[in-house]
């Protein structure tokens, strides 16, 4: 009786955890296509909808491999060849990589511009170069095993984002990189002059209290781009705290400004009957 138990126990055992393997699975079941003659990559679900677009560097004269693989690794930082690094590094196929535009040294700060500007062109030795954010999104999204098809046969998606270009050469960060230190981060702030302080019964416009700027996006394009948690309610006294966010829409980064407004009634006013 007890081995019976025993078999029993095991076997639904089985049931549970394959059943959580085939979940997640399923969750990261991706197929991506990089087409190189157009420089462009899409990611497939399942059903075959693209979920992701991005704009790639592959190899000079064809030099990246044609045909379908499977990814076999991941590398946080690698070295490529001449010495140089890459970031997000996923392993297509022996020496043929997804990475990011690559560095002089592993540090975000050593960036080669030069080659940032490349993207959307065939630049490499062979591997697949991105921008962070998109060489970051297949590493953390694409789990070992999803399948790769690169060839120049199929029409693949443009991406909605457009190519960034960097004003000039030398060294620098990836503007994409969602690293909080990364000084491509848009920037957000009250306006000069605004008082957090508002008058019982005045009127209010969160939007118009806070003001945006980037190095990459003009203000006129980032202002469309605000959103705002919270509400002040400017006919009950009290203190309201609202949470501002501006997302770069080339960059895909983020910054959150947090404000107190406090809604009080106006020094010298009486809401009694003077006798």
Request: aromatic share 8%; proline share 3%.
């Amino acid at each position: 009786m007890k081995i019976r138990r025993s078999i029993i126990a095991v076997f639904f055992m089985m049931i549970v955890l394959a059943g959580g393997t085939m979940k997640t699975e399923a969750a990261g079941n991706y197929t991506i296509y990089v087409n190189r003659r157009t420089n462009i990559i899409n990611v497939t679900d399942q059903s075959g909808h693209v979920v992701r677009a991005m704009y790639c560097s592959t190899g000079k004269r064809y030099a990246t491999i044609r045909g379908t693989f499977h990814t076999q690794s991941r590398m946080r930082w690698h070295q490529l060849n001449h010495g140089v690094y890459g970031q997000y590094c996923t392993r297509i196929h022996a020496g043929y990589l997804f990475h990011s535009v690559w560095y002089y040294a592993a540090r975000k700060s050593q960036l080669a511009r030069k080659e940032y500007n490349k993207l959307g062109s065939q630049a490499s030795a062979g591997c697949v170069r991105l921008a962070v954010i998109d060489a970051k999104w297949i590493y953390d999204h694409c789990r070992l095993g999803t399948r790769v098809v690169i060839g120049e046969s199929r029409k693949l998606q443009k991406p909605s984002r457009k190519k960034i270009k960097l004003s000039s050469s030398g060294r620098g960060w990836d503007p994409t990189d969602p690293d909080p230190s990364n000084p491509y981060r848009p920037k957000i702030r009250l306006k000069k002059g605004v008082s957090k302080k508002i008058a019982l019964g005045s009127q209010f416009d969160p939007m118009a209290q806070v003001t945006v700027s980037s190095k990459i996006t003009k203000k006129k394009e980032l202002k469309k781009h605000i959103t705002v948690a919270g509400q002040v309610d400017v006919n009950k006294p009290g203190e309201y705290k609202l949470v501002y966010t501006v997302t770069d829409p080339r960059t895909l980064l983020s910054r959150k400004l947090k404000v107190t407004f406090k809604v009080k009634e106006q020094e010298g006013s009486n809401d009694g009957t003077t006798i």
